[in-house]
């Protein structure tokens, strides 16, 4: 068969396309890093092209509460919209047990119960498999409040699975008959949250000090059993334990490709309007005090230049664009040539701003050209206070 698996370069959607592979089929992968954007719908229709059928492993990426439902609904919309078009037979999302058990929950349950309406309503069949939190999910859970070798973590009740059994569960439901919602998948044994994280980041060397608490972004709402799965369970064979010994001896001997797809976090893929011949590519760090207003408007006419923020905000504007703010862990870029970068400035008062940039120069061109006062005054531009 040929199988779509959308999130193909995520935890789940990787091993689920890995599985399908080594069980003869072929796998069309599908993720942003890959020029497939759910999204905008960006080279979507060709992708879909002949496929039987879809597995939907996408997650959001980290942005606010609202924009969580509005990303999984777009995403979901547009990709039953192709399947549609397409002609696939069989759409398989991979949601999460309880979801309707719990009242609220986080942003990102409220976008998996919208996932799973617009499937319900759509035309093209379909099947839903609710898994249980995954092993790593306790230490993932705890990475996303960690500062400073502390992390708070709510002390839910999980009955986690192993990432390669609800993968190995995927593969086998996306080449059978659209089943509708299918029974809860979960692991064998009860867990509780912080002792996973604990035990997982012992195993990892990580030091971090963790705080069971029910005031974070998973709440009471997911307190008791609602988070662990219903009579008639599928129950997948692989311990906590046997993944934790499992996952640090794998960790040792990991094929090198395995490794590199693990280890990395795509951070910005884009096509810039030329890279000069025979560039020089320099790499600086620029530090900004709280507040800093940044370097005033300017050029970079030997090439296009690609940065990240290692600390605090940005205030970010190139011609053409709005001005955004651009924060720690985030990636930006601009096309260089004439086209003019506004701003850089610090969009904090309380804190520092430090970033890097990687710049393209063509021979014999400066690294920035400062724009004189008549340009400046006919763009009109007026610089903007760091909030
Ligand atoms: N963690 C748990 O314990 C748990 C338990 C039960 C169910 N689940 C569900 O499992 C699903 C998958 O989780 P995961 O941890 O495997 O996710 P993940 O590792 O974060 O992977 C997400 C994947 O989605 C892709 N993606 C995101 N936005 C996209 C877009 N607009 N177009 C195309 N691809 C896009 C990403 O690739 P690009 O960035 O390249 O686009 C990536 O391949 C989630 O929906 C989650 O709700 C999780």
Redesign the pocket.
């Known amino acids: 068969m040929r199988i779509a698996v959308?999130?193909?370069?995520?935890?789940?959607?990787a091993r689920t396309a890995s599985f399908l592979e080594r069980a003869g089929h072929e796998v069309v992968p599908?993720?942003?890093?890959?020029g497939?954007?759910?999204?905008t719908g960006r080279g979507l229709d060709a992708a879909l092209k002949g496929v039987d059928a879809v597995v939907d492993?996408?997650?959001s990426?980290p942005v606010s509460s609202d924009e969580t439902l509005a990303y999984f609904g777009t995403?979901t919309r547009n990709l039953l919209a192709a399947e549609a078009r397409a002609g696939v037979r069989h759409h398989v999302l991979?949601?999460?047990v309880g979801l309707h058990r719990i009242i609220g929950g986080t942003a990102?349950y409220a976008g998996?119960r919208e996932q799973e309406r617009l499937i319900e309503e759509g035309r093209v069949p379909w099947t839903i498999v609710p898994?249980?939190?995954?092993h790593d999910?306790g230490a993932?859970a705890g990475s996303w409040t960690e500062r400073d070798g502390v992390a708070t973590i709510a002390p839910l009740l999980v009955q986690p699975i192993a990432p390669d059994d609800i993968a190995q569960v995927l593969a086998e439901v996306a080449t059978g008959e659209p089943q509708g919602r299918y029974v809860d998948v979960a692991g064998p044994e009860p867990q509780d949250l912080v002792d996973m994280a604990r035990r997982t980041n012992d195993v990892l060397g990580r030091k971090v000090k963790l705080v069971p608490t029910w005031s974070g972004p998973l709440d009471e709402s997911m307190a008791g059993n609602v988070l662990l799965p219903g009579e008639n369970a599928r129950i997948a064979p692989t311990t906590f334990d046997q993944w934790l010994a499992a996952g640090a001896r794998q960790e040792e001997a990991m094929d090198p490709h395995e490794k590199a797809k693990n280890t990395r976090t795509?951070l910005q893929s884009i096509t810039p309007p030329f890279i000069p011949a025979e560039a020089e590519v320099m790499t600086v760090r620029i530090d900004y005090p709280p507040g800093d207003p940044g370097i005033p408007p300017h050029r970079h006419p030997g090439g296009p230049c690609f940065g990240y923020i290692l600390e605090g905000e940005m205030v970010f504007e190139v011609q053409g664009e709005p001005p955004r703010v651009v924060k720690a862990g985030e990636a930006f870029w601009e096309p260089g040539g004439d086209a003019i970068h506004y701003q850089d400035a610090n969009n904090r008062t309380d804190s520092p701003l430090r970033f890097v940039v990687t710049m393209l120069m063509a021979p014999g061109q400066p690294l920035l050209v400062f724009l004189d006062d008549d340009e400046l005054q006919q763009s009109g531009w007026v610089r903007r206070s760091p909030a």
Request: aromatic share 6%.
């Open positions: 959308a999130g193909a370069t995520g935890n789940i959607g599908i993720s942003r890093s890959l497939v954007d759910l999204i492993a996408i997650s990426p995403a991979l949601s999460i990102h998996k898994a249980t939190q995954f999910f993932l795509d």
